[in-house]
């Protein structure tokens, strides 16, 4: 028999909050897991002595962290949701009369109380204490990788501008030990000019043009995970139309000192495959398992049947290279091509004059070989050395399901896919609470009482791979 409801709900209950949230709601254990006293003391400075009450700084950085958990892009939707939902109250700690903070509350705190201040990035890093004393960092290696968030900027509303731009930080530390030793031919030789696009709309947006990526002003999100859960353990957002590699090294420094967390390994991808990222590893004390870049000139040489630099070999010792017929390139000094600075090795032309394989190794009207090899090129030489290793292999693999599996996630569910915000400083903040989410989900499931390792220790990979028989060389 159909029943039709024709009462009112205008009876008066009396209830608690406790009895309006299931038992098994996860921001119940998010609150059994984490304790957010912490943020009292990271906030006090920023806030008076003096004047009206503010709103709790807890409620608001929970309130913050219930869009990102669930996947609420928009502040404005943010305040409805809470206003409806018992289990996001129960979780700020409001009661079912109590007002929901205005949406406007986090955009003016952002504006005027926050600016210029590193209070979510503090945040972020007791977040991811609280997972290292819960076990979910193991310490032992690092994969880290970038994705790109969709600006909020429209691509036609864009002017060019004129750029000059000087070496980077490694180049110029090589600058100032070796580039006294070559003549300077005039006083912005280190200079160089560049044509880029600017949006009209948000400056700090980077035009990024990268295939098979949407091209289009873009931010960059550079991130760090520990391989043992994937817990994030650093976050750096810069403008789309940068490369990764010149971030590495100081952000991996960073953890060390901020985190006391001291890696041992390293897996990163190709992108990364520069001298400088090399040489930076190798001081920390890292080993760095980096897959080969291959987009270079010396595929190009190869591809048209030309000698490339792998096929001249370097003799340490006598600090000279030896071609494929036999000569020898000695060494004549130091050589800067734009502003970078490298040794110089030249053949005899005599030696060339008569050489069989001439027309394979020199191009244009030259008469002799000349090659260029960077300062500490054999740090990245002793590191792809280790390219096919069992190891390598197992990082590798294992940098791609970790990286590749949390930017998914994290655009999918938590808020990474593009921006609302404008400027370096906001998306930062997008991208580190898009980051604190994923890692207190991570705390949630293993914190407590961890049912399994999630990923098996390097030493044990390794141990693994011999029981089975697999192909390996020297690690």
């Known amino acids: 028999m159909m029943t039709e409801q024709k009462r009112k709900q205008n009876r008066m209950l009396c209830v608690l909050m406790e009895d309006l949230v299931p038992k098994g709601h996860f921001l119940r254990k998010l609150d059994a897991a984490i304790d957010f006293s912490f943020v009292y003391e990271i906030m006090k400075p920023l806030y008076s002595d003096m004047g009206r009450p503010s709103i709790d700084p807890v409620v608001l950085i929970k309130m913050l962290l219930i869009g990102y958990l669930y996947g609420i892009d928009s502040e404005r939707k943010l305040e409805e949701e809470v206003t409806v939902n018992n289990a996001y109250r129960w979780f700020l700690g409001l009661d079912l009369e109590d007002k929901v903070p205005d949406h406007s509350i986090f955009s003016q705190n952002r504006r005027r109380r926050f600016k210029d201040s590193e209070v979510f990035q503090e945040i972020f890093h007791e977040v991811v204490k609280k997972c290292a004393v819960a076990g979910l960092i193991g310490g032992e290696c690092v994969v880290m990788d970038s994705t790109h968030i969709k600006a909020n900027a429209a691509n036609g509303n864009a002017e060019t501008v004129l750029l000059m731009e000087g070496p980077n930080e490694y180049w110029q530390k090589l600058n100032d030990e070796h580039g006294q030793k070559v003549r300077q031919k005039r006083e912005d030789a280190d200079m160089t000019v560049k044509i880029k696009k600017k949006s009209v709309s948000d400056p700090e947006a980077g035009w990024m043009h990268r295939h098979p990526k949407p091209a289009g002003f873009h931010y960059l999100c550079h991130q760090s995970s520990d391989i043992q859960y994937g817990i994030v353990t650093d976050v750096h957002v810069t403008p789309g139309d940068v490369t990764d590699a010149p971030y590495c090294v100081k952000q991996i420094a960073s953890q060390k000192q901020k985190l006391n967390i001291a890696y041992r390994f390293a897996g990163l991808d190709s992108g990364y495959d520069t001298v400088a990222v090399h040489h930076g590893l190798h001081e920390l004390g890292i080993r760095g398992y980096i897959r080969l870049n291959t987009g270079n000139n010396a595929n ?40 970078r600075v490298g040794k110089n090795y030249v053949s005899k032309s005599k030696d060339c004059k008569c050489c069989p394989l001439k027309s394979l190794c020199i191009t244009g009207k030259a008469g002799y070989k000349e090659v260029r090899r960077d300062f500490y090129q054999e740090d990245q030489e002793r590191n792809h050395a280790l390219i096919g290793t069992a190891l390598y292999r197992y990082v590798m693999r294992k940098r791609q399901v970790i990286c590749e599996g949390n930017f998914a996630l994290q655009k999918r569910c938590h808020n990474l896919r593009f921006t609302r915000k404008r400027g370096v400083e906001k998306v930062r903040e997008q991208c580190l609470f898009s980051a604190m989410a994923l890692n207190l989900k991570r705390l949630v499931k293993y914190g407590t009482a961890p049912l399994r390792p999630a990923v098996p220790s390097l030493i044990y990979s390794l141990n693994f791979a011999l029981q089975r028989n697999l192909p390996l060389r020297t690690c």
Do not use: Q
């Open 300 to 339: 190009w040489r190869k591809e048209r049947g030309l000698f490339s630099i792998e096929d001249f070999k370097y003799d340490a010792i006598n600090d000279r290279y030896i071609c494929p017929n036999g000569c020898t390139l000695r060494y004549i000094g130091v050589r800067k091509v734009r502003y």
